[in-house]
């Protein structure tokens, strides 16, 4: 009875294995073919054209149109040539300009000669409308203002700092 009992014991694991198996063999990870690649059609793509930045434009060379600007409206308050060793005035205005170039406001910042003073007003003032700040500042922003400084020689002439050339060493 023994055997007969270990025979059974044996033949039941035999078929709980060989079930398993068959189990297991079934849950078993098959390769499937790859999926085939995606037809390749021609997609097309229109280009437009990325528009070009505006042109960088600084506030030194904005200050340089509107020196040139000025000094062509005033060539009678104009002075060439070399700056004196010791001027005799220095007048520097805040100009205020809008987008389009018009004078917004002008005030004298520093100055210690109030002739000079309104002649740097006067000239700025004739000069009018300025060149457009185009480019310059926030583009929301409806005013601009900046420093620019005149040097007087004799006689109220002018050279403005921007476009000034070098002044003389020796006294």
């Not at 055997?3 to 294995?17: A, E, G, K, M, P």
């Not at 398993?20 to 054209?49: E, K």
């Given at each position: 009875?023994?055997n007969?009992?270990r025979?059974?014991?044996?033949f039941?694991?035999l078929?709980?294995?060989?079930?398993?198996?068959?189990?297991?063999?079934?849950?078993?990870?098959?390769?499937?073919?790859p999926?085939?690649?995606?037809?390749?059609?021609?997609?097309?793509?229109?280009?437009?054209?990325?528009?070009?930045?505006?042109?960088?434009?600084?506030?030194?060379a904005y200050?340089?149109d509107?020196?040139?600007?000025?000094?062509?409206?005033?060539?009678?308050?104009?002075?060439e040539?070399?700056l004196?060793?010791?001027?005799?005035?220095?007048v520097?205005?805040?100009?205020t300009v809008?987008?389009?170039?018009?004078?917004?406001?002008?005030?004298?910042?520093?100055?210690?000669?109030?002739?000079?003073?309104?002649?740097?007003?006067?000239?700025?003032?004739?000069?009018?409308p300025?060149?457009?700040?185009?480019?310059?500042?926030p583009q929301?922003?409806?005013?601009?203002?900046?420093?620019?400084?005149?040097?007087?020689?004799?006689?109220?002439?002018?050279?403005?700092?921007?476009?000034?050339g070098p002044?003389?060493?020796g006294?």
């Amino acid at each position: 009875m023994k055997n007969s009992h270990r025979s059974i014991v044996f033949f039941c694991t035999l078929i709980f294995t060989l079930t398993v198996l068959a189990a297991l063999a079934a849950c078993g990870t098959s390769t499937r073919a790859p999926a085939p690649p995606p037809s390749a059609q021609a997609v097309t793509i229109p280009l437009t054209p990325i528009p070009a930045p505006p042109p960088t434009r600084t506030l030194d060379a904005y200050k340089a149109d509107v020196a040139r600007h000025v000094m062509q409206r005033n060539p009678e308050r104009v002075f060439e040539g070399e700056l004196p060793p010791m001027l005799p005035a220095v007048v520097v205005l805040n100009i205020t300009v809008d987008r389009v170039g018009q004078l917004a406001d002008v005030q004298v910042q520093r100055s210690r000669d109030q002739g000079a003073s309104e002649v740097a007003l006067a000239s700025l003032r004739r000069s009018g409308p300025l060149p457009p700040p185009d480019g310059l500042g926030p583009q929301h922003a409806d005013l601009m203002t900046f420093s620019e400084t005149f040097l007087f020689g004799e006689r109220y002439r002018f050279q403005i700092r921007t476009l000034a050339g070098p002044q003389s060493a020796g006294l």
